[in-house]
């Protein structure tokens, strides 16, 4: 592809930065070849000119697509270059806070100085059985990919750790092991697996130490071998060291530390042990205070010092061991603090009262004054004499820190010996994955001999991993068959060879060491003339004449010749070493032993050669040839091994969490090899795809027609169009191989076709929008216009109509005006002649009345005066009827007064009332004022009319006198007596009036009466309503409260329940492991006994004394008999005694029959049958019992007597003791065990101890049956009591005849309610004795049956001879639900039905449960003929069966199912017939009839029920192992929904496919494994609350198992996934409602992974976002939501990812949520099971046994 296509405008690259190394900038110009600059554009928005250099014409490497930024594998990048590679473990490491990276074959750690939830048991598991490119990088995942292969190859692998200090070198190779030591199991030897691991806390007290780097680092390289069997448990271990730093024993640079075990000493200085060391502070010595840092944050020394000695104790290094390697390492402390004193330039002494050197040389056990002398002293040998000479202070101090120097290291072999000894296994070893924790590539301003070991030792890893990585591509392309050309990349033998080769540096370093005067200058020399011209990766510094350049792989690094000679040399005063060999403390001696060795063997060596001269000192190795021999043998290990590589990567030298420093991380980059593997990759094909990967993420290029069948060739035809150059990609077996680029190319074809797609999509969605909004606005403006043209017609017709109307209007009005102007003058006209008329009428009439009518005025002046007389009449009369009334109405008045205080009195009764009162109070005193103004305005007319009159009476006295006058004023007087008449007629009305108001207001006075008479009655009903709801309220309000307690109480008690249950569960499966494990172990011993005890003979001191205890057996066995007997004896005449009471008793009720009448309650008949009758039954049950127990120890005891015998021969006891002639001479104690009699003694004690714990269980039961009783009457009595209370304070609230009728009524009442208890208690008392006569009767069958197999037992025992007995069988009508069976028949019966029953075969054509009914009936049948020995005999051989078969076939899951259902069948069927009262309500009434007579079985229930939970937890372990692998790739990996959200490119560690195949495992499956075992459970009877716990706990396990491998996986954290995981969840809750379990809580489990795919799809920017997240996830914790939001990875290029901020917010809101801090679900975890208890429907008597069972033996009764 040309250059101008990919540098095209808007191409994003990467550019040079000092500071950052690499910057990113997007281009604004198209490039076109021959440009000299590029211009680009930064992040900040500057631009920059780009200068491209001329002569090489390189442009600045390419971005990759922000999709495949973050990848697990950086092989997965399509540009595979350094910025590329830094740039993504950036993101990855900052921003996603993964701190593990795939680069091809090696692992990428980053330390994160932070401590991670990532290394806990739950990961371990989940890593466990997975691919590597299954799940996120991890450690684990390495050691699984080590274990596994060599598993699979049969082959040894190592896990090669490297890195520079600080990077987590020891942290990871640590988890390592632990990952083995987890995931194995250890063999042979117990605690292999905490050995191995308590190795790392020893090495690191003794190898570790704080640097300016690492806190922790180690200064030593370390190769550990861990051993497996062929069953790949762990056997033992072996470590081999490198390279010990042995100068910081004597010297640290500041801000560093000396060793740990150092620091560890002086603060453990105060415990007792230690006080002999004489230790202080560790800033008093001189070996530990040169740092100036004696403390690290964090970690405190006398923590880490008992932890330390743990895990010496852990390894089997005694406390004396122990204390004798500190005591060395105190002396070492004690010798650094020994001052030299200079006596001059040659010549130094020390004082020898110095106390340090008296205490080490105490310590050490030797001589002070020689130990001073050779100090400050040295012996030289000639070949003729040798002599002593002083030396100087500063040769004494150096002698004096070489010599420390020495200890420490031996000590350090020491311990390494020690714990490969610890570590060593018996056990053949099968194959061994070392872990490999070696330094990595050093380079300091400083840089000496110590730094060209490790970076020598890190070219010879570098070439042994370049060849692997150029092996393993080369394979690939031949596996693939594509043809391929050789791969050029860096080779560094040449540098190996400067260094190790003939005449190299460090042979030439040796042969300068041999040299009497060689010196480092020249040596530096030598090399100079050797190698500087000759070597072209040697260099010589231009500033310098004692210094070298080498350049390594990594970088060119300057060495220091200064002290080259001396550490190589590595010497020390012979002198010395001979005055500690003297010492008397052993562990020094041991330590000096080699050298005494090497001594003799040299001397040997030297007699045979002849050459005198030589020394131990000329054949000691040099150092570099010890380090270059032990690293061949390394490079030999490793190469004979498949290799796993994990690169530490320290991220900056600040030690803060997080956090990238571009350019430390870049040169470690470089100097671990990351960069190379990935320059390997790019040279070749380093992008690689399967056909139908590739198909399904580039479908969206193709056409429908260019989809083909043959995927390879639609592939093809694809590539070919796409990609011109057929030189970028190749086509292989498998796989599809692409060039650096290409896929990103590929990439960038795909999401351009997609945002083509997109903006069609878009364009036709906006035409649509655009279209409908046209539409919508011509829509409403048609709408518009026709409501607007509509009102401007409505407008018009309205105007036609006015004006019509207006016309009408005026035609009315004017004819109105016409007819009225016509009508007035009509009118007018008419009143004209109206008064015209009038006018002459009156004339007319006057003239009458002068002149005819005289006489009628006389006759009505008479008339008028006889009126006016009565008038007066009755006005005196009306006046005294007035004030009569008046005086009544004064009475009534003073009534009204009383009624109305009385009325107030009722208003203060009756606030309610007071507002009507009032109003009709004040409507009355209206009428009372209407009444007086009536009665002033009646007052006021009598006396105008009294006025009147007066007035009359004067002018008729004046009409008497002159009667001229009165005719002439006799036209007045008409006027005169029509107003006379008018007044008579007002004075009438106002009297009528009067006499209404009287009336109504008395009516209205009585009405008022009686509404408050009604209102009085209302009120005191109300208040009496009112009182009685108080009361409910209160009593109601009280069982409220007493409800929620209850409630409260209820759920704390069903929690705990529920609590204790899982807990007794587990303890109980715990146990039931232990009991199988003791079984095994107990068999194996047995199995390993035997055969060594065969050909072994004892001595006669062993025979005497075990025949001796074997008779003092047999003694105290027959002294058991004696017992036995002499309880026999007195049990025999107690029965007696009972048959003597119960023949009084039966005598008594005899009488009593005879009599007629029942013995009353309470007489003295009564009482004594019930107290004998009471005092029998507990006789009888404690004798019982014990007949029981000394039955069974005599049957035991007589077949352990007989068992040889003739007599013996036919008693059948199923009893697996072998014989003594068996037994061996031989054998030792164990034999009390194997004769049974241990076994005896133990089963006895358990009978007692169930017998004693049943007493007291009865004991407890009764006194809580009395307790309870006590309570209920003292809440009978409180409650009396309150009652009285409250009748006495209403008592004398009431008048004295309403107290007494009150104490009355409740006397009655209290008497009717104790009659009724009386009754209730009589009918008890009926039923009791009525119950006591059926157990006489009983008791009395019993015994007779008891006396007649007594007389049968000693006529047997009488008659010598064996009779066989003749059994005569009597018909019966109908079967009693019972298996007769012969004694013996046991084993027969459990083989046919429990041991070879085949489950299939029962479940198809027979009823649920029917070996559990057989069993069943057969305990019937030894339950009717009353024989303990065959129920206890039945039920225990059915529980060994039982277990026997699930231990033997515990992974046959349709097996454990079976009997799951059957046992629990058989639990229930003892508890359905045990004849308890509140079980037999649920029983048909011939159930009830069959319950157990004889035995109460209730023990054995809670045997079958705990075998229930035991058999649960198996069922539960087989289908978890069926399910695990069907989980992860049916809900995660298989991908139902195909299309554009296909999976992303991934790297050479490709993880398994999800695409749709053959064979491929989806949801159906899950669903139809799902499917068959509810089927299998639901044929097998199993009950339905069981199978809904069942499928509780599955539908936990799948939630679980998918939950967790989406928090591990990042490429499963995508919104795509989210939906397919919600379709999957969905399938799973359709498979529940179809089978009727969706109230079985197994939805509610799938809750939390619902809650994470919502959590992939849901919306994550805002605030408002990260609130509804948090009120939706309230199942996650907070760590799964950070961890699935951290994860979450786009797969388009149109999604993006979750910012930091915004994970940020989440964790503020989700602050103060209170939950565990686990990441991981618990996928061992098994709810707490319970077995409710279902009766059966199945009638006994109907069961038939089919032939098949081969039960012919068992007879139905």
Same mark, same amino acid.
């Given at each position: 592809?040309?250059?101008?296509?990919?540098?095209?405008?808007?191409?994003?690259?990467?550019?040079?930065?000092?500071?950052?190394?690499?910057?990113?900038?997007?281009?604004?110009?198209?490039?076109?070849?021959?440009?000299?600059?590029?211009?680009?554009?930064?992040?900040?928005?500057?631009?920059?000119?780009?200068?491209?250099?001329?002569?090489?014409?390189?442009?600045?490497?390419?971005?990759?697509?922000?999709?495949?930024?973050?990848?697990?594998?950086?092989?997965?990048?399509?540009?595979?270059?350094?910025?590329?590679?830094?740039?993504?473990?950036?993101?990855?490491?900052? $921003?996603?806070?993964?701190?593990?990276?795939?680069?091809?074959?090696?692992?990428?750690?980053?330390?994160?100085?932070?401590?991670?939830?990532?290394?806990?048991?739950?990961?371990?598991?989940?890593?466990?059985?997975?691919?590597?490119? $299954?799940?996120?990088?991890?450690?684990?995942?390495?050691?699984?990919?080590?274990?596994?292969?060599?598993?699979?190859?049969?082959?040894?692998?190592?896990?090669?750790?490297?890195?520079?200090?600080?990077?987590?070198?020891?942290?990871?190779?640590?988890?390592?092991?632990?990952?083995?030591?987890?995931?194995?199991?250890?063999?042979?030897?117990?605690?292999?697996?905490?050995?191995?691991?308590?190795?790392?806390?020893?090495?690191?007290?003794?190898?570790?130490?704080?640097?300016?780097?690492?806190?922790?680092?180690?200064?030593?390289?370390?190769?550990?071998?861990?051993?497996?069997?062929?069953?790949?448990?762990?056997?033992?271990?072996?470590?081999?060291?490198?390279?010990?730093?042995?100068?910081?024993?004597?010297?640290?640079?500041?801000?560093?530390?000396?060793?740990?075990?150092?620091?560890?000493?002086?603060?453990?200085?105060?415990?007792?042990?230690?006080?002999?060391?004489?230790?202080?502070?560790?800033?008093?010595?001189?070996?530990?205070?040169?740092?100036?840092?004696?403390?690290?944050?964090?970690?405190?020394?006398?923590?880490?010092?008992?932890?330390?000695?743990?895990?010496?104790?852990?390894?089997?290094?005694?406390?004396?061991?122990?204390?004798?390697?500190?005591?060395?390492?105190?002396?070492?402390?004690?010798?650094?603090?020994?001052?030299?004193?200079?006596?001059?330039?040659?010549?130094?002494?020390?004082?020898?009262?110095?106390?340090?050197?008296?205490?080490?040389?105490?310590?050490?056990?030797?001589?002070?004054?020689?130990?001073?002398?050779?100090?400050?002293?040295?012996?030289?040998?000639?070949?003729?004499?040798?002599?002593?000479?002083?030396?100087?202070?500063?040769?004494?101090?150096?002698?004096?820190?070489?010599?420390?120097?020495?200890?420490?290291?031996?000590?350090?072999?020491?311990?390494?010996?020690?714990?490969?000894?610890?570590?060593?296994?018996?056990?053949?070893?099968?194959?061994?994955?070392?872990?490999?924790?070696?330094?990595?590539?050093?380079?300091?301003?400083?840089?000496?001999?110590?730094?060209?070991?490790?970076?020598?030792?890190?070219?010879?890893?570098?070439?042994?991993?370049?060849?692997?990585?150029?092996?393993?591509?080369?394979?690939?392309?031949?596996?693939?068959?594509? &043809?391929?050309?050789?791969? $050029?990349?860096?080779?560094?033998?040449?540098?190996? @060879?400067?260094?190790?080769?003939?005449?190299?540096?460090?042979?030439?370093?040796?042969?300068?060491?041999?040299?009497? /005067?060689?010196?480092?200058?020249?040596?530096?020399?030598?090399?100079?003339?050797?190698?500087?011209?000759?070597?072209?990766?040697?260099?010589?510094?231009?500033?310098?004449?004692?210094?070298?350049?080498?350049?390594?792989?990594? @970088?060119?690094?300057?060495?220091?010749?200064?002290?080259?000679?001396?550490?190589?040399?590595?010497?020390?005063?012979?002198?010395?070493?001979?005055?500690?060999?003297?010492?008397?403390?052993?562990?020094?001696?041991?330590?000096?032993?080699? !050298?005494?060795?090497?001594?003799?063997?040299?001397? *040997?060596?030297?007699?045979?050669?002849?050459?005198?001269?030589?020394?131990?000192?000329?054949?000691?190795?040099?150092?570099?040839?010890?380090?270059?021999?032990?690293?061949?043998?390394?490079?030999?290990?490793?190469?004979?091994?498949?290799?796993?590589?994990?690169?530490?990567?320290?991220?900056?030298?600040?030690?803060?969490?997080?956090?990238?420093?571009?350019?430390?991380?870049?040169?470690?980059?470089?100097?671990?090899?990351?960069?190379?593997?990935?320059?390997?990759?790019?040279?070749?094909? &380093?992008?690689?795809?399967?056909?139908?990967?590739?198909?399904?993420?580039?479908?969206?290029?193709?056409?429908?027609?260019?989809?083909?069948?043959?995927?390879?060739?639609?592939?093809?035809?694809?590539?070919?169009?796409?990609?011109?150059?057929?030189?970028?990609?190749?086509?292989?077996?498998?796989?599809?191989?692409?060039?650096?680029?290409?896929?990103?190319?590929?990439?960038?074809?795909?999401?351009?076709?997609?945002?083509?797609?997109?903006?069609?999509?878009?364009?036709?969605?906006?035409?649509?929008?655009?279209?409908?909004?046209?539409?919508?606005?011509?829509?409403?403006?048609?709408?518009?216009?026709?409501?607007?043209?509509?009102?401007?017609?409505?407008?018009?017709?309205?105007?036609?109509?006015? #004006?019509?109307?207006?016309?009408?209007?005026?035609?009315?009005?004017?004819? =109105?005006?016409?007819?009225?102007?016509?009508?007035?003058?009509?009118?007018?006209?008419?009143?004209?002649?109206?008064?015209?008329?009038?006018?002459?009428?009156?004339?007319?009439?006057?003239?009458?009345?002068?002149?005819?009518?005289?006489?009628?005025?006389?006759?009505?002046?008479?008339?008028?005066?006889?009126?006016?007389?009565?008038?007066?009449?009755?006005?005196?009369?009306?006046?005294?009827?007035?004030?009569?009334?008046?005086?009544?109405? /004064?009475?009534?008045?003073?009534?009204?007064?009383?009624?109305?205080?009385?009325?107030?009195?009722?208003?203060?009764?009756?606030?309610?009332?007071?507002?009507?009162?009032?109003?009709?109070?004040?409507?009355?005193?209206?009428?009372?004022?209407?009444?007086?103004?009536?009665?002033?305005?009646?007052?006021?007319?009598?006396?105008?009319?009294?006025?009147?009159?007066?007035?009359?009476?004067?002018?008729?006295?004046?009409?008497?006198?002159?009667?001229?006058?009165?005719?002439?004023?006799?036209?007045?007087?008409?006027?005169?007596?029509?107003?006379?008449?008018?007044?008579?007629?007002?004075?009438?009305?106002?009297?009528?009036?009067?006499?209404?108001?009287?009336?109504?207001?008395?009516?209205?006075?009585?009405?008022?009466?009686?509404?408050?008479?009604?209102?009085?009655?209302?009120?005191?009903?109300?208040?009496?309503?009112?009182?009685?709801?108080? /009361?409910?309220?209160?009593?109601?309000?009280?069982?409220?409260?007493?409800?929620?307690?209850?409630?409260? %109480?209820?759920?704390?008690?069903?929690?705990?329940?529920?609590?204790?249950?899982?807990?007794?569960?587990?303890?109980?499966?715990?146990?039931?492991?232990?009991?199988?494990?003791?079984?095994?172990?107990?068999?194996?011993?047995?199995?390993?006994?035997?055969?060594? /005890?065969?050909?072994?003979?004892?001595?006669?001191?062993?025979?005497?004394?075990?025949?001796?205890?074997?008779?003092?057996?047999?003694?105290?066995?027959?002294?058991?008999?004696?017992?036995?007997?002499?309880?026999?004896?007195?049990?025999?005449?107690?029965? *007696?005694?009972?048959?003597?009471?119960?023949?009084?008793?039966?005598?008594?009720?005899?009488?009593?029959?005879?009599?007629?009448?029942?013995?009353?309650? @309470?007489?003295?008949?009564?009482?004594?049958?019930?107290?004998?009758?009471?005092?029998?039954?507990?006789?009888?049950?404690?004798?019982?019992?014990?007949?029981?127990?000394?039955?069974?120890?005599?049957?035991?005891?007589?077949?352990?007597?007989?068992?040889?015998?003739?007599?013996?021969?036919?008693?059948?006891?199923?009893?697996?003791?072998?014989?003594?002639? !068996?037994?061996?001479?031989?054998? @030792?104690?164990?034999?009390?065990?194997?004769?049974?009699?241990?076994?005896?003694?133990?089963?006895?004690?358990?009978?007692?101890?169930?017998?004693?714990?049943?007493?007291?269980?009865?004991?407890?039961?009764?006194?809580?049956?009395?307790?309870?009783?006590?309570?209920?009457?003292?809440?009978?009595?409180?409650?009396?009591?309150?009652?009285?209370?409250?009748?006495?304070?209403?008592?004398?609230?009431?008048?004295?005849?309403?107290?007494?009728?009150?104490?009355?009524?409740?006397?009655?009442?209290?008497?009717?309610?104790?009659?009724?208890?009386?009754?209730?208690?009589?009918?008890?008392?009926?039923?009791?004795?009525?119950?006591? +006569? +059926?157990?006489?009767?009983?008791?009395?069958?019993?015994?007779?049956?008891?006396?007649?197999?007594?007389?049968?037992?000693?006529?047997?025992?009488?008659?010598?001879?064996?009779?066989?007995?003749?059994?005569?069988?009597?018909?019966?009508?109908?079967?009693?639900?019972?298996?007769?069976?012969?004694?013996?028949?046991?084993?027969?019966?459990?083989?046919?039905?429990?041991?070879?029953?085949?489950?299939?075969?029962?479940?198809?054509?027979?009823?649920?449960?029917?070996?559990?009914?057989?069993?069943?009936?057969?305990?019937?049948?030894?339950?009717?003929?009353?024989?303990?020995?065959?129920?206890?005999?039945?039920?225990?051989? #059915?529980?060994?069966?039982?277990?026997?078969?699930?231990?033997?076939?515990?992974?046959?899951?349709?097996?454990?199912?079976?009997?799951?259902?059957?046992?629990?069948?058989?639990?229930?069927?003892?508890?359905?017939?045990?004849?308890?009262?509140?079980?037999?309500?649920?029983?048909?009434?011939?159930?009830?009839?069959?319950?157990?007579?004889?035995?109460?079985?209730?023990?054995?229930?809670?045997?079958?029920?705990?075998?229930?939970?035991?058999?649960?937890?198996?069922?539960?372990?087989?289908?978890?192992? %069926?399910?695990?692998?069907?989980?992860?790739?049916?809900?995660?990996?298989?991908?139902?929904?195909?299309?554009?959200?296909?999976?992303?490119?991934?790297?050479?560690?490709?993880?398994?496919?999800?695409?749709?195949?053959?064979?491929?495992?989806?949801?159906?499956?899950?669903?139809?494994?799902?499917?068959?075992?509810?089927?299998?459970?639901?044929?097998?009877?199993?009950?339905?609350?069981? %199978?809904?716990?069942?499928?509780?706990?599955?539908?936990?396990?799948?939630?679980?198992?998918?939950?967790?491998?989406?928090?591990?996986?990042?490429?499963?954290?995508?919104?795509?996934?989210?939906?397919?995981?919600?379709?999957?969840?969905?399938?799973?809750?359709? =498979?529940?409602?179809?089978?009727?379990?969706?109230?079985?809580?197994?939805?509610?489990?799938?809750?939390?992974?619902?809650?994470?795919?919502?959590?992939?799809?849901?919306?994550?920017?805002? $605030?408002?976002?990260?609130?509804?997240?948090?009120?939706?996830?309230?199942?996650?914790?907070?760590?799964?939501?950070?961890?699935?939001?951290?994860?979450?990875?786009?797969?388009?290029?149109?999604?993006?990812?979750?910012?930091?901020?915004?994970?940020?917010?989440?964790?503020?809101?989700?602050?103060?949520?209170?939950?565990?801090?686990?990441?991981?679900?618990?996928?061992?975890?098994?709810?707490?099971? #319970?077995?409710?208890?279902?009766?059966?429907?199945?009638?006994?008597?109907?069961?038939?046994?089919?032939?098949?069972?081969?039960?012919?033996?068992?007879?139905? %009764?």
């Amino acid at each position: 592809m040309a250059a101008s296509e990919l540098y095209s405008k808007y191409a994003r690259v990467w550019l040079p930065d000092a500071a950052e190394v690499w910057r990113p900038a997007e281009l604004i110009k198209d490039y076109t070849p021959g440009d000299l600059t590029l211009t680009v554009q930064l992040e900040d928005g500057t631009e920059v000119e780009h200068k491209i250099d001329p002569k090489t014409n390189n442009l600045p490497p390419l971005r990759n697509p922000n999709i495949l930024v973050g990848e697990n594998d950086l092989t997965a990048l399509s540009y595979l270059h350094e910025p590329a590679v830094l740039h993504n473990l950036k993101v990855r490491f900052i $921003d996603s806070k993964l701190i593990y990276t795939y680069c091809g074959i090696v692992l990428v750690a980053i330390n994160p100085y932070e401590s991670l939830p990532i290394y806990e048991a739950d990961i371990i598991n989940a890593y466990s059985g997975q691919n590597m490119g $299954d799940m996120d990088p991890h450690i684990f995942a390495v050691a699984e990919e080590a274990y596994k292969q060599m598993a699979r190859d049969e082959r040894n692998q190592s896990i090669i750790v490297s890195g520079e200090s600080g990077a987590g070198k020891t942290v990871s190779a640590k988890y390592a092991m632990r990952y083995f030591a987890t995931v194995s199991c250890s063999s042979g030897e117990a605690n292999v697996e905490e050995k191995v691991l308590a190795s790392s806390p020893i090495m690191e007290a003794l190898g570790n130490a704080k640097t300016t780097r690492n806190d922790n680092s180690s200064r030593f390289g370390k190769y550990i071998e861990i051993g497996f069997d062929r069953k790949l448990c762990i056997t033992g271990a072996n470590m081999r060291t490198y390279l010990l730093e042995k100068s910081r024993v004597v010297f640290q640079a500041h801000g560093e530390r000396n060793y740990h075990i150092f620091y560890q000493l002086c603060a453990s200085s105060h415990l007792p042990e230690f006080k002999a060391f004489k230790l202080g502070c560790a800033d008093d010595f001189h070996y530990t205070n040169q740092g100036h840092s004696p403390v690290i944050d964090g970690v405190d020394d006398a923590k880490e010092m008992c932890s330390t000695r743990r895990a010496f104790s852990l390894l089997g290094i005694s406390e004396s061991d122990q204390m004798a390697i500190y005591q060395i390492l105190a002396a070492i402390l004690h010798l650094s603090n020994v001052e030299v004193k200079e006596q001059s330039a040659d010549r130094s002494n020390i004082m020898p009262d110095n106390i340090h050197l008296l205490v080490f040389c105490e310590l050490m056990g030797v001589p002070c004054e020689e130990m001073a002398h050779w100090l400050c002293h040295r012996k030289l040998k000639t070949t003729t004499e040798t002599f002593v000479k002083t030396v100087s202070k500063m040769s004494a101090v150096n002698g004096r820190n070489a010599l420390a120097k020495h200890i420490y290291s031996r000590v350090f072999c020491r311990i390494v010996d020690s714990i490969n000894s610890a570590l060593k296994s018996t056990v053949k070893q099968r194959s061994f994955i070392g872990v490999l924790d070696i330094y990595g590539f050093e380079t300091f301003d400083i840089n000496s001999f110590e730094q060209f070991c490790i970076n020598y030792a890190n070219e010879k890893l570098q070439q042994q991993f370049n060849m692997h990585v150029f092996k393993l591509e080369q394979e690939e392309y031949m596996k693939e068959e594509i &043809p391929w050309t050789l791969i $050029d990349f860096y080779d560094n033998q040449p540098c190996i @060879d400067l260094i190790e080769a003939k005449l190299g540096v460090l042979d030439l370093l040796d042969e300068e060491c041999k040299m009497p /005067k060689g010196s480092d200058d020249t040596w530096a020399q030598k090399l100079y003339n050797t190698l500087l011209k000759q070597k072209a990766h040697f260099d010589k510094p231009r500033l310098s004449n004692r210094a070298f350049i080498i350049h390594h792989f990594a @970088d060119e690094v300057e060495y220091q010749c200064e002290g080259f000679l001396e550490k190589n040399k590595d010497t020390v005063n012979e002198e010395q070493i001979n005055v500690l060999k003297k010492s008397k403390f052993d562990l020094l001696l041991k330590l000096f032993e080699d !050298d005494g060795k090497a001594t003799s063997s040299s001397n *040997k060596r030297t007699g045979v050669t002849g050459r005198a001269g030589h020394t131990q000192k000329d054949n000691k190795k040099t150092v570099g040839l010890q380090f270059r021999q032990s690293l061949h043998l390394l490079m030999d290990t490793l190469n004979a091994t498949t290799p796993h590589y994990v690169r530490c990567i320290k991220p900056n030298d600040d030690k803060a969490s997080f956090s990238m420093d571009p350019v430390r991380a870049v040169q470690q980059l470089r100097a671990c090899g990351i960069l190379e593997t990935i320059r390997i990759s790019a040279a070749g094909f &380093p992008s690689r795809w399967t056909y139908q990967e590739f198909f399904s993420r580039y479908r969206v290029l193709m056409k429908q027609k260019d989809v083909l069948p043959d995927r390879k060739l639609t592939c093809k035809n694809l590539l070919e169009k796409l990609i011109k150059d057929q030189d970028q990609y190749q086509f292989g077996k498998n796989k599809i191989f692409f060039r650096a680029g290409q896929v990103a190319y590929l990439e960038k074809l795909r999401s351009d076709k997609l945002r083509m797609a997109c903006v069609r999509i878009q364009k036709t969605i906006r035409c649509w929008l655009a279209r409908k909004k046209y539409l919508r606005m011509r829509e409403s403006a048609v709408t518009i216009q026709r409501y607007v043209r509509g009102h401007q017609a409505r407008c018009y017709v309205k105007f036609l109509r006015r #004006t019509r109307a207006a016309i009408v209007i005026q035609r009315t009005v004017r004819m =109105w005006v016409m007819r009225r102007r016509y009508q007035r003058q009509r009118s007018a006209a008419v009143t004209i002649q109206c008064f015209f008329r009038a006018y002459m009428a009156k004339k007319q009439y006057f003239k009458m009345m002068f002149e005819q009518k005289a006489v009628v005025i006389q006759r009505w002046v008479r008339g008028w005066l006889a009126r006016q007389h009565y008038r007066r009449s009755v006005a005196a009369i009306t006046l005294l009827q007035s004030c009569v009334r008046r005086m009544r109405a /004064k009475k009534s008045l003073k009534k009204l007064k009383v009624e109305a205080r009385s009325v107030e009195h009722f208003k203060k009764l009756n606030i309610g009332m007071e507002n009507k009162i009032l109003q009709l109070q004040h409507k009355i005193n209206e009428q009372h004022k209407e009444n007086r103004e009536l009665s002033e305005r009646l007052t006021s007319v009598e006396k105008t009319q009294a006025l009147e009159r007066e007035r009359q009476s004067r002018e008729t006295e004046k009409l008497h006198r002159s009667e001229q006058e009165a005719r002439a004023k006799a036209k007045k007087l008409p006027s005169l007596l029509e107003q006379l008449s008018f007044l008579q007629h007002e004075l009438e009305n106002t009297r009528r009036e009067k006499d209404v108001l009287e009336e109504q207001t008395k009516v209205y006075t009585e009405q008022t009466q009686q509404v408050v008479e009604e209102l009085n009655t209302k009120n005191s009903l109300l208040n009496s309503e009112k009182d009685e709801l108080n /009361k409910l309220i209160l009593e109601q309000a009280q069982q409220l409260t007493e409800i929620k307690t209850n409630t409260e %109480i209820t759920k704390q008690m069903e929690k705990d329940l529920t609590e204790e249950r899982s807990r007794y569960q587990s303890l109980l499966s715990e146990h039931l492991h232990l009991e199988e494990q003791h079984r095994d172990l107990k068999e194996e011993m047995d199995i390993s006994i035997s055969p060594s /005890k065969s050909g072994l003979s004892r001595t006669d001191s062993s025979y005497s004394s075990n025949s001796s205890e074997f008779s003092q057996s047999l003694c105290s066995s027959e002294g058991e008999d004696s017992s036995i007997q002499t309880e026999r004896q007195e049990l025999e005449s107690e029965n *007696k005694k009972l048959k003597q009471d119960l023949n009084e008793l039966r005598k008594s009720l005899t009488s009593e029959n005879s009599e007629g009448t029942p013995p009353a309650p @309470d007489s003295l008949p009564y009482n004594v049958l019930l107290e004998q009758l009471s005092s029998s039954n507990e006789e009888l049950e404690m004798r019982k019992d014990e007949v029981l127990l000394l039955r069974s120890h005599m049957v035991r005891q007589e077949a352990l007597k007989h068992k040889d015998s003739a007599l013996g021969e036919g008693v059948n006891l199923d009893l697996d003791i072998p014989s003594f002639k !068996d037994i061996d001479r031989s054998t @030792d104690i164990h034999t009390l065990n194997e004769d049974g009699e241990l076994w005896l003694a133990y089963e006895g004690l358990k009978e007692t101890n169930r017998i004693l714990e049943f007493q007291m269980q009865e004991q407890e039961r009764v006194r809580s049956e009395k307790y309870r009783k006590l309570l209920q009457e003292v809440n009978k009595l409180k409650v009396e009591k309150e009652q009285q209370e409250k009748l006495l304070a209403q008592s004398l609230l009431l008048p004295e005849d309403a107290r007494i009728e009150a104490s009355l009524k409740h006397e009655i009442t209290r008497l009717t309610n104790e009659n009724l208890e009386l009754l209730e208690h009589q009918e008890k008392q009926d039923k009791i004795i009525r119950k006591l +006569k +059926k157990q006489l009767k009983l008791y009395m069958k019993k015994v007779e049956d008891f006396e007649a197999g007594a007389q049968q037992k000693n006529k047997a025992s009488v008659t010598s001879t064996r009779v066989r007995a003749v059994n005569i069988t009597r018909k019966e009508k109908e079967y009693q639900g019972m298996l007769e069976y012969r004694e013996g028949d046991e084993g027969r019966l459990l083989k046919n039905v429990v041991i070879d029953l085949k489950p299939r075969g029962v479940a198809v054509g027979l009823i649920p449960g029917l070996p559990a009914y057989i069993i069943f009936m057969c305990i019937r049948y030894a339950d009717n003929v009353n024989d303990d020995q065959r129920v206890s005999a039945l039920l225990n051989s #059915t529980i060994s069966s039982i277990k026997g078969v699930i231990k033997k076939r515990g992974d046959d899951l349709e097996m454990v199912s079976f009997w799951l259902a059957n046992t629990c069948r058989l639990m229930h069927c003892l508890k359905q017939y045990s004849g308890d009262e509140v079980i037999m309500t649920h029983n048909s009434p011939k159930q009830n009839e069959q319950c157990l007579t004889n035995f109460e079985l209730s023990e054995y229930q809670q045997v079958f029920g705990d075998l229930s939970i035991q058999i649960y937890r198996q069922l539960m372990k087989c289908m978890e192992e %069926i399910l695990q692998p069907l989980i992860v790739a049916s809900m995660l990996e298989h991908e139902t929904i195909q299309g554009v959200l296909g999976s992303k490119p991934t790297g050479l560690r490709k993880r398994s496919t999800s695409f749709p195949e053959e064979g491929a495992v989806t949801v159906e499956v899950l669903l139809q494994r799902l499917g068959l075992f509810h089927t299998t459970m639901s044929q097998h009877g199993m009950d339905s609350e069981i %199978i809904k716990q069942v499928v509780r706990q599955q539908f936990y396990i799948i939630s679980a198992v998918t939950l967790n491998n989406l928090l591990l996986r990042k490429d499963m954290c995508s919104w795509s996934k989210g939906l397919q995981i919600r379709y999957n969840v969905w399938q799973l809750e359709e =498979w529940l409602a179809e089978r009727e379990l969706v109230d079985c809580g197994a939805k509610e489990t799938l809750e939390p992974l619902v809650q994470a795919a919502q959590l992939l799809q849901i919306k994550k920017k805002t $605030d408002a976002d990260a609130q509804a997240i948090c009120n939706m996830c309230n199942a996650l914790t907070t760590a799964q939501i950070v961890k699935v939001l951290t994860l979450y990875t786009p797969v388009i290029e149109f999604e993006e990812r979750v910012s930091t901020s915004f994970i940020t917010t989440i964790k503020n809101l989700l602050r103060d949520r209170v939950e565990t801090s686990a990441l991981m679900m618990d996928t061992k975890k098994i709810f707490s099971i #319970t077995l409710p208890f279902t009766p059966s429907t199945v009638a006994l008597e109907t069961i038939q046994i089919p032939a098949s069972l081969n039960l012919g033996f068992l007879k139905r %009764i």
